[in-house]
């Protein structure tokens, strides 16, 4: 049950926050005149970079993560705040939020660049693998690490605010970018 419940999670959750908006970046974008790039296949080695960096550092998110929660006291609260480790899980809720972002911000760029190209199942392919590790690192911080269950002290805010909206800032932010680049293909056309 528990395979069916992230087989159906994963398959809305890719198809409403991928697929719908790669295929809308896709007809917004117009095929330019240049059909080749010399700078693509650098591009691409840079996006496998950026995708294998964004690997480790979830890797040790979870890991920092995982320890911290082990070293929690039970308690009665409904919120369980972080005592141990925190400067290495804050260091990683800093890193995985910065590296989550330009993941992003990368994907995009590539994406609308591909589909400009006429490469759109090179764009496709992008939007797929970011949006198969960022569903992925959802769920795990969601169900796994249960990290809305938990907080750091209440002096830490800043970094609070950070942890909640690295796992829940990924899920939203590509097909805002699509969204804010149709709204500008409007005031484009004008």
């Known amino acids: 049950?528990?395979?069916?419940?992230?087989?159906i999670f994963f398959a809305l959750n890719f198809s409403l926050w991928y697929i719908i908006p790669s295929l809308g970046l896709k007809y917004i974008t117009k095929v330019g005149r240049?059909?080749?790039d010399k700078k693509l296949n650098t591009e691409i080695a840079a996006y496998a970079i950026v995708t294998v960096l964004y690997v480790v550092i979830?890797?040790?998110?979870?890991?920092?993560?995982?320890?911290?929660?082990?070293d929690i006291e039970s308690t009665s609260n409904s919120v369980k705040y972080f005592v141990s480790e925190t400067t290495n899980t804050s260091l990683m809720v800093v890193l995985f939020f910065i590296v989550s972002i330009?993941?992003?911000?990368?994907?995009?760029?590539?994406?609308k660049k591909t589909f400009r190209l006429n490469k759109p199942n090179l764009g496709y392919i992008f939007?797929?693998?970011?949006?198969?590790?960022?569903?992925?690192?959802?769920?795990?911080?969601?169900t796994i690490l249960k990290l809305n269950m938990y907080s750091f002290s209440?002096?830490?805010?800043?970094?609070?605010?950070?942890?909640?909206?690295?796992?829940?800032?990924?899920?939203?932010?590509?097909?805002?970018?699509?969204?804010?680049?149709?709204?500008?293909?409007?005031?484009?056309?004008?």
């Open 1 to 7: 049950m528990y395979y069916f419940a992230f087989a």
């Open 34 to 36: 240049k059909r080749k």
């Open 58 to 70: 979830y890797i040790m998110f979870y890991r920092y993560f995982s320890i911290a929660i082990n």
């Open 102 to 111: 330009l993941y992003d911000l990368y994907t995009f760029y590539l994406a």
């Open 127 to 142: 939007c797929s693998l970011t949006g198969f590790f960022n569903i992925l690192t959802y769920w795990f911080s969601n």
């Open 154 to 190: 209440a002096s830490r805010y800043i970094i609070n605010s950070l942890m909640k909206a690295d796992y829940e800032i990924l899920l939203f932010l590509f097909p805002a970018l699509v969204f804010i680049n149709f709204a500008l293909s409007f005031i484009e056309e004008k």
